[in-house]
């Protein structure tokens, strides 16, 4: 559909600056937007009559019961907007119908379209719902915190995870702790599971909310993907050594589990201060030391398979020294957190595969993080705001103008 757009306006300024020629686009632009969408939705109102027929009869044809009728309000990225109603009514069995939404590409009776919702909650997961109702209004989207919650639920929970068979077969599960209202502290924990991409990044795969150390929770997560999973082959998992995660892992592949070197030692502060052990004594760096030391690995992939083999054995004689120093200091805690780690520590690194032994997922776990300490959450509105976020910053969700393709040209007129 090719139109001409001619805008008549008479303006008034007391003087040019900035100030008062922004002001004054900000009054043009909510009835330039008005002219456009009522000369749009009237051509192609009239083409939508024209070529279409009720529902009663082949043969039936459609008129204007009327074309503008009492307005409706909807809102667009630039402000709201009335647009005429557009209501049709069959000439064979009188049946009426306002058609303006569905040329739209809106639900009946709808204020906010799809393009929008997206964008607002988008705003929502990167800022404060309150932050985010201030900045709409600098827009002259006029958008209660009530709405921006519910565009967000809404987009959160539509948007679905899986993974990506072009991506590593390789990955990683952790979760991290959320304040939930009614709880106290941090009362549940949020569970990503996160697939490595070939170019070093991560792609989500699955996220959930749930009780820590709950199995069901990763069932949940797990289980859409069994088909995914299972189509792989294989799969190389990383955790940091929560066997709820392996307890919800159903799916019939040949799973080799790694787990992350950077939380061995990272975890022994913890189990230290559960020993009774005293931190920055010499006891305790002695331990971090010989700890740090034992996991350590090289950046690259050895492909000697005889160096890789003295290697292994010169780690079994480290775990049996650092075995000894802790049973020597009654160290219980950290024995029993190595002994359970030290038969997946180096899985990667004796089958000579490629991949980090490290867990990337605590990046994800901050960018969470970063949101979610604002406050204390409902269950349902943490799970969807962090579905947005994480969508946003790792799965290339990003709303933008879906449309076909459209022109604009400048008409030259003679000045006299």
Known sequence: MNSKLCLNYSISLESCTLNNITALLKE????????????ILFEFGDIYKNDSTCDCSVNSRLKWSHKVGRKSNIKTQWGDVKIPQLQTQ??????KKSI????????????????????????NALM????????LKFTGIKMSQTQAWRCTQEVGNSLKFDLDQDACKSGMADGTEIGIQGIKKRGRELKVFAQNKPNGKLHIAGINI???????????IFEPLKESFEQMGHFRLSIDGDCAILKGFDANIDLHIQRCLWHIPHQFKHYLWMDGVKRKSRLWRKIMARCLRFVSLPKSIIDDTELVEQMLKDKEVEYQELIKLLEKHKCKSCLSHLQNAYPNMFTNFSNQWSGKTTSLIERIMRTVNLRVNVGKWSTKGVLNTMKIRLAYYYNGFNPQFKHQSVRVSRLITNST
């Open 90 to 95: 069959c000439t064979t069995c009188g049946q």
């Open 28 to 39: 043009l632009l909510p009835l330039i937007l008005e002219d456009i969408f009522c000369l």
């Open 210 to 220: 749930g009780k820590y150390e709950s199995e069901d929770n990763w069932r949940e």
């Open 128 to 135: 404060p719902y309150r932050v985010c109702a201030k900045v």
């Open 100 to 123: 303006a939404r569905s040329l739209l590409g809106m639900k009946p009776r709808t204020q906010i379209g799809q393009s929008l919702k997206e964008t607002v909650s988008l705003f």
